[in-house]
Nanobody, 115 residues
Framework: QVQLVESGGDLVQPGGSLRLSCEVS????????MYWYRQAPGKAREFCAYITKDGWTNYAVAVLGRFTISRDDGQRKVYLRMNNLKPEDTAVYYC?????????WGQGTQVTVSS
């Protein structure tokens, strides 16, 4: 059974930082590209960042320069380091494991940025 479990979400003040983690089980982690998405209340789910199985990364314009995605294949985890958080970053953050014809999702972790 494939499981993706996100953690690390919290309430943080503007300008603060968080690190999200996503632990993956039930699949060959090293052969999947890993993604972080987010969904704010009343909005569609949107792409934040991805890291390929070879370590190439890409970011949405809204988070470029503030967020960093990384992976630890030995620990079967993907991370999202978020700096200089803004109120508009408030959302449920989801990780996803993807390869051709396959797409798995976690349940999400809540990030709230508010003073």
């Amino acid at each position: 059974q494939v499981q993706l479990v996100e953690s690390g979400g919290d309430l943080v003040q503007p300008g603060g930082s968080l690190r999200l983690s996503c632990e993956v089980s039930g699949l060959s982690f090293g052969s999947y590209d890993m993604y972080w998405y987010r969904q704010a209340p009343g909005k569609a789910r949107e792409f934040c960042a991805y890291i390929t199985k070879d370590g190439w990364t890409n970011y949405a314009v809204a988070v470029l320069g503030r967020f960093t995605i990384s992976r630890d294949d030995g620990q079967r985890k993907v991370y999202l380091r978020m700096n200089n958080l803004k109120p508009e970053d408030t959302a449920v953050y989801y990780c996803s494991a993807q390869r051709t014809g396959e797409n798995f999702w976690g349940q999400g972790t809540q990030v709230t940025v508010s003073s």
